[in-house]
């Protein structure tokens, strides 16, 4: 189960800019390091790139005036590549892939990439750090989701859902340009970038997205969306029946009836679930070397050793010593 996951990503709410002189050389990768993910040129990386930042949700706007080949050991984010001219090739765990401005590339945290550009490319690049996508998601069905999603390597542009979806990326681009634009505007920056986020969800296949598209059987409430927002936010915290239903502006006999209806759970139960996520997370992506399983499970509200390692490897198949010395 993921859901949001705390991260050094400045909020949605946080607006960067960056340009990389079109002549390339260290300027350029060093954006492209930055913004993106570290990369293997297989010659001198000669490119301009313009790049927006909005929190989780990064876009550039690359242009090689050569071919270049860049070579990824392993993405930590969902990456998606739109074509504005030229063909860029790729080579995904294995699987030869293509597109052009007709079609996208997608890929998923964890694949190992190599991208081949033609001479006279240009192309968006959207980075998507996984947290925001996967609790995006858990938002929008009102439960938590397992990540990573399964976003199709290849989707066509050309009509649909992905092709306005498409459009709202360029509509990001061009306001690259322009220094006074709303998009630096944390309140439009934070909006923008959630619409981003759930339109990329709606447009293409995946495990949940004839679950996502269904009329919903019951629409969760205001006060019940407020309290898993506050659980979401920050699970560590001592919460209480009490408290969550004081969130809600509700009774707890109320707010238990509107989770057991529409989350299928109580509260503290949902809330447990949240929190065993982020221990799972954090256990899997630590340093055997550096925390431990008891500095984890402290840090994510769980003050009983026994009961947390009970509940985790109910949920999860495995204890949580085993999850942190099975780290890559």
């Given at each position: ?9 400045p909020a949605p709410g946080n607006v960067h800019f960056d340009r990389a002189d079109s002549a390339g050389g260290p300027g350029a990768r060093d954006t492209v390091n930055r913004f993106y993910h570290p990369v293997a040129a297989g010659s001198d990386l000669e490119l301009g790139i313009e790049v927006i930042q909005l929190g989780p949700l990064t876009v550039g706007h690359l242009t090689f005036a050569e071919s270049a080949t860049l070579d990824v050991p392993a993405l930590d984010a969902y990456h998606v590549t739109l074509p504005t001219s030229g063909r ?241």
């Amino acid at each position: 189960m993921v859901d949001a996951l705390p991260s050094a990503t400045p909020a949605p709410g946080n607006v960067h800019f960056d340009r990389a002189d079109s002549a390339g050389g260290p300027g350029a990768r060093d954006t492209v390091n930055r913004f993106y993910h570290p990369v293997a040129a297989g010659s001198d990386l000669e490119l301009g790139i313009e790049v927006i930042q909005l929190g989780p949700l990064t876009v550039g706007h690359l242009t090689f005036a050569e071919s270049a080949t860049l070579d990824v050991p392993a993405l930590d984010a969902y990456h998606v590549t739109l074509p504005t001219s030229g063909r860029v090739l790729a080579l995904r765990d294995g699987h030869e892939l293509a597109a052009t401005p007709a079609t996208a590339l997608a890929f998923r945290p964890g694949d190992r990439i190599r991208l081949r550009h033609e001479p006279n490319t240009a192309e968006l690049d959207v980075r998507i750090e996984s947290w925001a996508l996967e609790a995006e998601l858990a938002g929008l069905l009102g439960h938590p989701v397992r990540g990573p999603i399964d976003l199709p390597p290849v989707f066509d542009l050309t009509a649909g859902p992905a092709h306005s979806w498409s459009r709202m990326v360029r509509l990001l681009r061009d306001e690259l340009v322009h220094e006074t634009s709303l998009i630096h505007e944390p309140v439009i920056a934070e909006q923008f970038c959630g619409s981003v986020l759930s339109g990329l969800l709606l447009s293409v296949p995946h495990r949940y997205h004839e679950e996502l598209v269904a009329p919903p059987a019951a629409v969760i409430t205001q006060p019940i969306r407020r309290v898993v927002t506050a659980i979401r936010d920050e699970p560590e915290h001592a919460f209480t029946v009490g408290e969550l239903a004081a969130i809600a502006g509700m009774s707890v006999r109320s707010l238990q009836s509107g989770f057991r209806r529409h989350l299928g759970s109580a509260p503290m139960a949902y809330l447990q679930e949240v929190r065993l996520g982020r221990a799972h997370e954090t256990l899997r992506q630590g340093d055997p070397a550096r925390i431990t399983v008891a500095d984890v499970a402290h840090r994510w509200g769980f003050a009983h050793l026994g009961r947390f390692a009970s509940a985790y490897r109910h949920r999860f198949g495995e204890s949580p010593s085993e999850t942190l010395r099975n780290v890559t």
